[in-house]
């Protein structure tokens, strides 16, 4: 019978250390087991502290992946799961904390075919750097494969770290255990990250004398799929339990650390830096409005208009154009009057827009400063203007050497004393200063 925490309290006390209750993951007493006391950290998900054996702890199981690479120089590492079970998260998971850890990984990622091609691959590697190399969906590429294409992907994956010459993690994702060859399967650290009947016999043959933990897995699994969570035993002694609720944020996997079989927990985690496009939107995690707006702020390039672009996406989104500001509102309202009153066509409206896109690709004025600024125009159109105007420098003005003077009684005055002079010869002994004092801009005629 199991009891479980007070609902009310939002802390708990286990072993001198505090945790948070959450809907996700609680801690629960039992009767009976044998003798056994796990130590137990404290993981941070959503701000909140939660209980994990550190036998159990991911970043534990990552961080000696890491030291095993920086003392061998090459880490084999296996991901075997039927589809849609978190190989991929796992892996991704892997990644970002040796990230975390401040370590500069090159990750390249690869289809199950092109790890044929390993040794073709390596030559456009950057040399002296370390490198993570996952594999996805490898199973079954080297059934069909020649054994002369099976002995060059061996030979690479022998030989990469001194091509390199640096540090290396392969990693390599199957399906099935079976479904590749045995040199392949035989790496460092090998995750399960499902089991079935099928695999139980298989596991049988690979783990002999540890069947105990595979079974205990196998229990574990199935209670998560199906239940929608599993629990850790952590404390005999007291009678202790942890029970975590599917993706709340952990879910169960089994890892063999060279000899060593336990269970691990792993959660969904990653940066844009360490995942692939479409994997870093899936895990991106804003919850707060300073969260979304440091967000926005950090992605968007610099130049960009982020007030004005947030305008009309908010017009767009709440369908009220309350965020349009001046001359932009009014715009705005015209052309849709304009296209419900009309019913004017997309493919017209893209030519429309490609005409007054070149009519004001300039802005109206390219002298900003020198002549009158429209008192319309926002501190952005007229930031906009003024980098227009740096980046293309305006054309050079004709210059015409000014007259003598306007006054024609003067000038004719001056063009007489000229004829009148005597020349002067071209040396310096001869050089006279008795000349009239005249604009030294004339030009005579």
Sequence with gaps: MEVANDSNSETYNYRDKEYDNTDGVSMRQEQGGTAYRDKVTTFNYKGKRIPVPIRWHPNSVIRRIVEHNKRSQYTGVTMIGMSGTGKTTLTNKIIHQAHVMGESYIVKRFNGHEMMRLDEHIKKMKVGFPHILVFDDASYTMEDAKNSDIARLANALTTIRHVLQSRVIIIINFHYSKATKKFFRNQHFTFMTSISVEELSNFQEMYKDKMNVVRQFARQYNNMVLRGSFQVPVSSFEKKVIRYKMNEPFRIAMVAEIADLHFMVYDRDGCNECLPKSEAKKSLKLETVKEIFDHIVRVTPKGKSIRSAMQFFMTIQLGSDKHLKGSNQSVWRHLNDLNRSMDIP????????????????????????????????????LAKQIKDEERVPPAEESFEAPTFLDDQDLRKEAEDQIKNETPVEDNNENETTDRPDYDSYYTPP
Excluded: A, H, I
Excluded at 351 to 359: G, I, R, W
């Design 346 to 381: 997309p493919d017209t409206w893209e030519k429309v827009y490609q005409l007054v896109d070149s009519k004001y690709k300039y802005g109206v004025s390219k002298r900003v400063g020198k002549q009158k600024v429209n008192r319309t125009m926002s501190v952005l159109e």
